[in-house]
């Protein structure tokens, strides 16, 4: 991929989320959901996706594995490559959800709920426009193939990981509390597609996986770990018990439908950690990130 294919993808990602009307909250349409994208590439062939076998489980596929399963056509890694994209939270809907102790506040809850219905759009889009042009290209949590499990060893999973697609782009690095804290914050959500192209030979600069957080820098702060009113993340070694913010998020459904007239209250979490915390929308002050 020469950096003129990588320029118009990116520009093609980052006009889609600046003019979709649906990146706009429906209770508030003048007010975007997401801000403007940050967008990476990885080659299909990078190590790391192997190593994900072990770090995720045998379940996460490769992106040539995910490629044929999904196609039916077998393309070696080298030719493949993953788009990532982070999309931030705009200040209005993270500042609003900075104050709330024990659950979303509206902003944020319906932003959680339609923001992840314009992701999908946009994964959708952005094969859509890719395969139109030459490249083919799918999206995986789009596929017939994805869906959520719970794993022995590390709980509820899925089989592709948008997060760490994002972390192999170089976007970001995990945090105490399990999110990935890229240069516009943690507040943001991710998405990904899988295309049918050759990456120039280029290595990836990737921070260390805890490298963007405070707590694992010099143990200085564990706020996400203080935000999450369900007890969800452990303060002295990073673990995220998934289950518990899960089963937290469905003990309040009933009173996010009345309060905000969200069907069934799918807000699909309460976003405490992700916000009024030092890395909302920025890597943390004083971080001086090591490079893997």
């Known amino acids: ?38 967008v990476g590439f990885v ?7 192997v190593q994900y076998k072990a770090i995720i489980g045998e379940f996460h596929p490769t992106p040539a594995e995910l490629f044929r399963e999904t ?26 959800n900075a104050t709330q102790t024990d659950g979303p506040s509206e902003y944020w809850a319906h ?12 994964r ?11 490249f083919e290209a799918i999206a995986p949590v789009l596929g017939p193939g994805f869906t959520t499990l719970t794993d022995e060893q590390i709980g509820l999973a899925s089989t592709w990981s948008e997060r760490h697609a994002a972390y192999a782009a170089g976007l970001g690095a995990f945090g105490l509390s399990g999110g990935l804290i890229s240069r516009r914050g943690v507040a943001m ?10 990456l120039q030979a280029a290595r990836v600069t990737r921070p ?23 007890a969800a993340i452990r303060r002295d070694r990073g673990a995220h018990d998934k289950a518990r913010c899960q089963e937290f998020s469905r003990s309040i459904r009933a009173r996010i439908e009345k309060l905000y007239g969200i069907p069934g209250g799918e807000s699909s979490g309460c976003g405490l950690c992700q916000t ?8 943390p002050s004083g971080i001086s990130p090591v490079l893997s």
Not at 43 to 49: T, V
Not at 111 to 122: I, K, Q, T, W
Not at 213 to 225: L, T
Request: glycine content about 10%; aromatic content about 8%.
């Open 1 to 38: 991929m020469h950096n003129s294919t990588k320029e118009w993808v990116g520009s093609l990602i980052r006009a889609h989320v600046s003019s979709s009307h649906q990146n706009r909250l429906r209770i508030a349409p003048s007010l975007c959901i997401y801000d403007e994208p940050l």
């Open 189 to 198: 959500r991710c998405g990904s597609v899988v295309a049918r192209l050759k």
């Open 43 to 49: 080659s299909g062939a990078d190590p790391l996706w």
């Open 276 to 283: 009024g915390v030092p890395c909302s929308e920025r890597i």
């Open 111 to 122: 932003g959680r709920r339609d923001g992840e219905v314009y992701n999908d759009l946009l």
């Open 124 to 134: 959708a889009y952005v094969a859509a426009e890719l395969t139109g042009a030459g």
């Open 208 to 230: 260390k996986r805890r490298g963007y957080c405070s707590f694992f820098q010099d143990g200085s702060c564990r706020a996400c770990a203080s935000r999450c009113p369900a």
């Open 71 to 96: 196609t039916g056509n077998t393309v070696g890694g080298n030719d493949l490559t993953v788009i990532s994209w982070i999309l931030p939270f705009t200040h209005t809907i993270v500042s609003s």
